[in-house]
T-cell receptor
Framework: AQSVTQPDIHITVSEGASLELRCNYS??????LFWYVQSPGQGLQLLLK??????LVQGIKGFEAEFKRSQSSFNLRKPSVHWSDAAEYFC??????????????FGAGTRLAVHP | EPEVTQTPSHQVTQMGQEVILRCVPI?????FYWYRQILGQKVEFLVS????????KSEIFDDQFSVERPDGSNFTLKIRSTKLEDSAMYFC??????????FGSGTRLTVV
């Protein structure tokens, strides 16, 4: 069965420090991979997605993620964190069924706190 | 940028009442979805909908839930007899077949 694991429930970093949020997935074929960000009480905003091709994906707000098939990972990175990045981050895996639709399986999320 | 619109943003209902959550997907999208997020927990798939029928539903999506696309633009989720455990944020999403989702901003449902 498909699954997504985000090993870190909470992470705290200082403003200006680098960030890496981990995501591991279990899926039989090449998945579609996504990172979403959610501020408190808000909806889900897509940061970036991987479908195929270059395994290093650039997203919005200065985020990037690297797909590593051998490690079944899709870690999210940012070189310098801003206080406004404090939020919850969700990794998700999707698969395209023969019917064309795309069901997402989400990880449990990583809550990021940023110290000034 | 096109958006998925959900109304209302917050709904409070009494246990046992019926609620309808409304969504307007992006106009050229063909696939529609509902997800649920209980407070503090992960986002969970409820149902996908294409060509006026359900493509897949999760175990959560039992007989008290139903979806409908009544008029070609709206996509609704109905909960027939709400329970306390239905309190959650409900997200609507739409997609084209090969492109990632767009989520709405959610409806927070509180059952009292």
């Amino acid at each position: 069965a498909q699954s997504v694991t985000q090993p870190d429930i909470h992470i705290t970093v200082s403003e200006g420090a680098s960030l890496e949020l981990r995501c591991n997935y279990s899926y039989g074929a090449t998945p579609y991979l996504f990172w979403y960000v959610q501020s408190p009480g808000q909806g889900l905003q897509l940061l970036l997605k991987y479908f195929s091709g270059d395994t290093l994906v650039q997203g919005i707000k200065g985020f990037e993620a690297e797909f590593k098939r051998s490690q079944s990972s899709f870690n999210l990175r940012k070189p310098s964190v801003h206080w406004s990045d404090a939020a919850e981050y969700f990794c998700a895996v999707g698969n395209r069924f023969s019917g064309g639709y795309n069901k997402l399986i989400f990880g449990a999320g990583t809550r990021l706190a940023v110290h000034p | 940028e096109p958006e998925v619109t959900q109304t209302p943003s917050h709904q409070v209902t009494q246990m046992g009442q019926e609620v309808i959550l409304r969504c307007v997907p992006i106009s050229n999208h063909l696939y529609f979805y509902w997800y649920r997020q209980i407070l503090g927990q992960k986002v969970e798939f409820l149902v996908s909908f294409y060509n006026n029928e359900i493509s897949e539903k999760s175990e959560i999506f039992d007989d008290q839930f139903s979806v409908e696309r009544p008029d070609g633009s709206n996509f609704t989720l109905k909960i027939r007899s709400t329970k306390l455990e239905d309190s959650a944020m409900y997200f609507c999403a739409s997609s084209e077949a090969s492109i990632g989702y767009t989520f709405g901003s959610g409806t927070r449902l509180t059952v009292v």
